[in-house]
């Protein structure tokens, strides 16, 4: 993700596309913005909130002309339609947010579009850091040709760096470590094979595709050292929303005795919902699962569960990796604490 024309539109990759056709699309409405979050052109927790961060810029630099009082009416709309778009991530009402936030007192409209577009540039710039502290903190859990098990894709088209879940496998590759990825297709949008065997295979990065049902056997035969997962929303207790297929994924690895590690970065991390009974979880159309990419695959009309998430309870999460560092259980009391700091270190910076 990342500006075009001055900033004025958003230049991203189509990830719907992928991995058949590499198509950069520009969006510069708020309704672009809005369809490429819903429909996953642009996808990934920290992704979608650098997308909904300065796509809030590009939609309103649009209407800098307008008087005071109606231009910052439509920025409070705009701001809640685009958080609106995908319910799951905090990440993005956490960007939109801070976006808005920071042009609030700004003197004029175009002073505040200038605020909000440096502040969604500082977003997508720390999102990078992010990526390649929380792996830094994450490759010691990786042994000298480490098996590792993810879901969907926390890599680099999640994000706007590394990725979470993949960056400490970037990191080892880079120092010349070997490292395996097995890589569930993640279905029904198959954001495994479509994203994260795309992305590693174009690395140099050696990943085994597999389908989900697979993930059981694979386990049993001893072949997984360790899982490493991305996350959409942390709650205060540990609770982990992330790709639907991570809970039992979770449950198999505790099942086995394989190490569970989330990471993701304090973004994600969201102590004001106590636990993952909160958490909104996004439900999809039917017609993803009846027929994901083109012709039917079950009855047209068969009713369908398809939720975009699942809540893996902290309990079954070996420890949860960030860009500050790495917190093991009781995670309650400790993901508050850490949000806080991370908060006040980024307003004294920020002064
Ligand atoms: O529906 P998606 O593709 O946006 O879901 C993405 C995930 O679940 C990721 O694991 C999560 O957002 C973390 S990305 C660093």
């Not at 910052?72 to 009402?93: C, F, G, S, W, Y």
């Not at 395996?180 to 050696?206: H, K, N, Y």
């Not at 998430?309 to 902290?314: A, K, L, R, S």
Request: with cysteine; aromatic share 4%; charged share 20%.
């Amino acid at each position: 993700v990342r500006w075009a024309e001055n900033a004025a539109s958003i230049d991203l990759l189509d990830q719907t596309l992928l991995p058949v056709t590499e198509r950069r699309i520009l969006l510069t409405t708020a309704d672009e913005v809005i369809e490429a979050i819903s429909s996953l052109r642009v996808r990934g927790a920290p992704a979608i909130g650098i997308a909904g961060a300065m796509g809030l810029v590009t939609a309103m630099a649009g209407f800098a002309g307008l008087p005071r009082e109606r231009f910052h009416a439509l920025l409070a709309e705009t701001a809640d339609r685009i958080v609106a778009a995908r319910p799951t991530a905090v990440n993005l009402a956490w960007a939109v947010r801070r976006t808005r936030a920071a042009g609030e007192t700004a003197a004029s409209n175009d002073a505040v579009i200038e605020r909000m577009r440096v502040e969604a540039t500082r977003i997508l710039d720390e999102d990078r850091a992010m990526c390649r502290a929380i792996g830094e903190h994450a490759v010691i859990l990786l042994a000298p040709e480490s098996r590792v098990l993810t879901q969907c894709n926390a890599g680099a088209l999640a994000t706007g760096g590394i990725g979470t879940a993949l960056a400490p496998i970037y990191i080892a590759h880079e120092r010349g470590e070997r490292v395996r990825v097995f890589a569930p297709e993640t279905r029904p949008l198959l954001q495994g094979s479509r994203l994260t065997a795309w992305e590693l295979e174009r690395a140099g990065i050696d990943v085994t595709l597999l389908p989900d049902s697979a993930a059981g056997a694979l386990m049993a035969n001893g072949e997984v050292d360790l899982v490493i997962v991305g996350a959409d929303r942390i709650a205060a207790n540990g609770d982990v929303a992330n790709k639907i297929g991570t809970y039992s994924l979770a449950v198999l690895a505790a099942a086995h005795n394989i190490p569970f590690y989330v990471a993701a970065p304090t973004s994600t991390l969201d102590p004001a919902t106590a636990s993952g009974a909160s958490i909104p979880i996004e439900i999809r159309a039917a017609d993803e699962v009846r027929r994901g990419f083109g012709a039917f695959t079950s009855p047209p009309d068969v009713p369908v569960f398809a939720p975009a998430f699942d809540i893996t309870p902290g309990r079954f999460v070996t420890a949860i990796i960030t860009e500050r560092g790495i917190l093991r259980p009781p995670y309650e009391g400790a993901i508050a604490r850490l949000v806080e700091t991370s908060e006040s270190e980024r307003q004294r910076v920020a002064r």
